[in-house]
């Protein structure tokens, strides 16, 4: 059994990234709506990986014999005045989801539970590659800025993966 603060950590978490998937799903519904496509895909590929996450949580809560406590998920509509908002809010996002990250490591640190901290190595692996992929993506759309050939061939890229 985890201590219980963990547990009650990962918990929040779990939610934490059904919303960052949710969330990603409405940024994607307002890329289609733009008619962007390579845009939209990304994104609800990005909010497919968050589901990930929050299942490899709910499979070592349950791998330790703790509750799994799903909650509602809050409203992820959001207005963007331009088609960077979207880019730089899912960098601010992900900057977020790596301090949360951060700080279950820290409190399994603070209980010498070495078997949770080495579960979540992985997410912070893929936290440092979220926050990459997602500065990169704000770099590319900032260089095009006015070029909408530039734009169309960034989405035509996106729609790639």
């Known amino acids: 059994m985890l201590n219980k603060k963990i547990a009650d950590l990962l918990n929040d978490q ?3 990234e059904l919303y960052s998937a ?3 799903l409405d940024i994607s519904a307002y890329y289609l ?3 962007l496509y390579g845009f939209a895909g990304w994104f609800k590929k990005q909010a497919a990986e968050e589901t990930e996450h929050a299942d490899k949580m ?3 809560l349950a791998e330790q014999g703790e509750a799994i406590e799903l909650k509602d998920v809050a409203h992820a509509g959001k207005t963007y005045k331009d088609l960077r908002e979207p880019l730089a809010f899912q960098l601010e996002h992900e900057m977020y989801v790596t301090s949360l990250i951060n700080a279950i490591y820290d409190a399994a640190d603070e209980v010498n539970d070495r078997r949770t ?3 979540l190595d992985w997410f912070i692996d893929e936290q440092t590659e979220e926050e990459a992929t997602a500065t990169a993506l704000l770099r590319k759309f900032d260089l095009l800025a006015g070029d909408n050939r530039g734009l169309y061939e960034l989405d035509a890229e996106l ?3």
């Open 14 to 16: 779990i939610n934490k």
């Open 58 to 60: 709910m499979s070592y």
């Open 33 to 35: 709506r733009k008619h």
């Open 159 to 161: 729609g790639k993966r």
């Open 22 to 24: 949710y969330l990603y």
């Open 117 to 119: 901290a080495h579960f």
